[in-house]
């Protein structure tokens, strides 16, 4: 990036908060256009992290819902944020930090996520009451996936469960064998296509449940092309008759619904979820960065991000993608021809994904460092 273009980006951020700034990432390009697309509205704090805490993480994302935006920390609270000024108008106590992707369930007003002891919950996005708590196994990062009277959840565990949306009674879940030595770091999350679920597993299985009963409807493993790091950790994502999703070694399939069967396959390792947009497939991978391509799965471009750590899945907002780096900051890329435009870097990097108010064309997001962001697409 040019000096010039740094100085754009400081001018830009410095009425919101001094220590935000925008700067070019070790081992890629610099941005082909000047920086400024984003602008900073408001930020506000959620955890307080130590001086002395070398690394902190804060991975959780919120869900607009009720008038607020609703978001946990591992502080072990979640939280109730005006949008329009980053002032916390409640908090609510829950009993492990919170790393989850919050869902809204409009149909009944709640808000779902889940904590790193394996308590998940149901939130009133109005108060921050809690309406019903379920205690299972393993972690819950992964955003519920709403049913018609069921919702689901992915733990840490490799387990789905289906529980009623109105109590948090559990009805089904459905496991699978770990299998022997290491596997990769995450888990897939669920995901409806009509009366079946799909979910995948560390084992390199890929597996279509039935939505209502858990019965298994078909099952393909996806661990052929390696022996080593199978897991199946992406939440599939739908086009047509197609689901798109991830072996960490054996890379990006395309699986038609109906069978199970794999109609292609790029061998990119470590694919994580697929954004689908105007016929083409964008995803990162940790070692190769940001891709685009086609239906067919033929790369058309690659942006690559040597040290960015952890991404998200890439967000598609307008000609933009964005997507957040754990190393490096939040994302701004050109999405026709994957010139990287920007990093937003306030200080220890964002894993968490960006949150998207699409009428206001604005992003909250919390970084490491625990506070929260509001962003304005310019």
């Given amino acids: 990036m040019s000096g010039r273009?740094?100085?754009?980006?400081?001018?830009?951020?410095?009425?919101?908060?001094?220590?935000?700034?925008?700067?070019?990432?070790?081992?890629?390009?610099?941005?082909?256009?000047?920086?400024?697309?984003?602008?900073?509205?408001?930020?506000?704090?959620?955890?307080?992290?130590?001086?002395?805490?070398?690394?902190?993480?804060?991975?959780?994302?919120?869900?607009?819902?009720g008038g607020h935006l609703v978001i946990g920390s591992r502080a072990g609270n979640v939280v109730g944020v005006a949008p329009e000024t980053g002032h916390v108008d409640w908090v609510t106590g829950v009993s492990g930090g919170v790393d989850s992707v919050a869902r809204y369930d409009a149909a009944r007003g709640q808000v779902y996520l889940?904590?790193?002891?394996?308590?998940?919950?149901?939130?009133?996005?109005?108060?921050?009451?809690?309406?019903?708590?379920?205690?299972?196994?393993?972690?819950?990062?992964?955003?519920?996936?709403?049913?018609?009277?069921?919702?689901?959840?992915?733990?840490?565990?490799?387990?789905?469960?289906?529980l009623e949306?109105?109590?948090?009674?559990w009805r089904w879940q459905y496991e699978r064998e770990m299998p022997e030595g290491f596997t990769i770091h995450g888990y897939a999350g669920a995901r409806l296509s009509g009366t079946q679920l799909l979910t995948g597993f560390a084992?390199?299985?890929?597996?279509?449940?039935?939505?209502?009963?858990?019965?298994?409807?078909?099952?393909?493993?996806?661990?052929?092309?390696?022996?080593q790091f199978v897991d199946v950790d992406t939440t599939a994502t739908l086009a047509g008759d197609l689901a798109y999703v991830a072996s960490y070694s054996g890379g990006l399939y395309a699986i038609d619904l109906h069978d199970g069967a794999t109609k292609w396959r790029l061998g990119v390792e470590g694919v994580g979820d697929v954004t689908v947009s105007d016929r083409r497939l964008f995803f990162?991978?940790?070692?190769?960065?940001?891709?685009?391509?086609?239906l067919d799965g033929h790369v058309l471009w690659r942006q690559g991000l040597t040290e960015a750590g952890d991404l998200t899945r890439?967000?598609?907002?307008?000609?933009?993608?964005?997507?957040?780096?754990?190393?490096?900051?939040?994302?701004?890329v050109?999405?026709?021809?994957?010139?990287?435009?920007e990093v937003f870097n306030p200080g220890h990097g964002i894993c968490a994904a960006a949150?998207?108010?699409?009428?206001?064309?604005?992003?909250?997001?919390?970084?490491?460092?625990g506070s929260l962001y509001a962003l304005d697409l310019q």
């Fill in 314 to 332: 890439p967000l598609v907002v307008g000609r933009y993608l964005i997507f957040s780096g754990s190393r490096a900051g939040l994302f701004v």
């Fill in 5 to 65: 273009g740094l100085l754009a980006v400081a001018v830009a951020l410095a009425s919101g908060c001094a220590g935000a700034t925008t700067r070019r990432v070790q081992g890629v390009d610099s941005p082909a256009h000047p920086a400024g697309v984003l602008h900073m509205v408001w930020r506000s704090t959620l955890h307080e992290h130590g001086l002395f805490e070398p690394a902190p993480e804060e991975c959780a994302t919120g869900a607009l819902a």
């Fill in 284 to 294: 990162v991978a940790p070692r190769q960065g940001l891709h685009a391509a086609d």
């Fill in 203 to 227: 084992d390199g299985y890929f597996v279509s449940l039935s939505a209502q009963s858990g019965e298994v409807m078909w099952a393909r493993s996806l661990a052929t092309a390696s022996e």
């Fill in 114 to 162: 889940g904590a790193d002891d394996g308590s998940f919950y149901a939130i009133d996005p109005s108060s921050g009451a809690i309406r019903w708590t379920y205690h299972g196994k393993g972690a819950f990062e992964r955003p519920a996936e709403i049913g018609t009277d069921l919702i689901y959840a992915s733990s840490a565990a490799d387990r789905v469960m289906a």
């Fill in 334 to 341: 050109d999405r026709t021809a994957g010139d990287l435009l």
């Fill in 165 to 169: 949306a109105t109590t948090g009674k």
């Fill in 355 to 369: 949150t998207l108010d699409e009428q206001q064309q604005r992003l909250y997001v919390l970084s490491n460092s």
